[in-house]
């Protein structure tokens, strides 16, 4: 099964506008992670924020993390071209028994028009 | 190069054969997940290994599918007689440990049951 959804489903923006998908998950995390995929390809890791972090950085990239909300936030800034890519949240699940396996949600598709 | 090679990266197979796909990790983490996604869904998690040990199976992974991490360091997902249903990318990734680590996702092997 799937915790993570996120939102919206298909996003459509021009180069240089900023970019946010939301995900809301459903138990309790130790880590949320966000991954980027290109069509048809593998996925590469974009960013972690634990369970006691609110905000993170990097780059262009900013994802923000309420526990008491169960949501997070991917914001892309000043997009491009290339960022067009489907992206998808993860968590790490503290109540799955101790699993240690990330559970993806269904992903927002981006697309960044030039 | 994210230090997950697969093969093959695509798999045409009729239905009722069965078939077998390769991860090697480049690197020496010992936990190597294996993923199945279909179009248009993020990926849903399959089983886990830590090194040669296989900790956890999903209830997607039915009695056609069988996985080996032999040594600790190559994986091996085979399906036996295989169903139009199966048709999906399948993925592997590597984790150095466990909490707080990203994953590094292979390119992933297409499968697709005619």
């Known amino acids: 099964s799937q915790q993570g959804e996120e939102d919206p489903q298909a996003l459509s923006i021009q180069e240089g506008e900023n970019a946010t998908m939301n995900c809301s998950y459903k138990t309790s995390i130790n880590n949320l992670q966000w991954y980027r995929q290109n069509s048809g390809r593998g996925l590469v890791h974009l960013i972690l924020i634990r369970s006691n972090e609110r905000e993170k950085h990097s780059g262009r990239l900013r994802v923000t993390l309420d526990t008491s909300k169960k949501s997070s936030s991917l914001l892309i800034t000043a997009s491009r071209a290339a960022d067009t890519a489907s992206y998808f949240c993860a968590t790490d699940s503290t109540s799955q028994g101790g699993s240690e396996k990330l559970v993806f949600g269904k992903g927002t598709k981006l697309t960044v028009n030039p | 190069d994210t230090g997950v090679s697969q093969d093959p990266r695509h798999k045409i197979t009729k239905r009722g054969q069965n078939v077998t796909f390769r991860c090697d990790p480049i690197s020496e983490h010992n936990r190597l997940y294996w993923y199945r996604q279909t179009l248009g869904q993020g990926p849903e998690f399959l089983t886990y290994?830590?090194?040669?040990?296989?900790?956890?199976k999903s209830r997607l992974l039915s009695d056609r599918f069988s996985a080996e991490r032999p040594k600790g360091s190559f994986s091996t997902l085979e399906i036996q007689r295989t169903e139009q249903g199966d048709s999906a990318m399948y993925l592997c990734a590597i984790k150095r440990d466990s909490w707080f680590t990203e994953a590094f996702f292979g390119q992933g092997t297409r499968l697709t049951v005619v």
């Open positions: 290994f830590q090194n040669e040990a296989q900790l956890e």
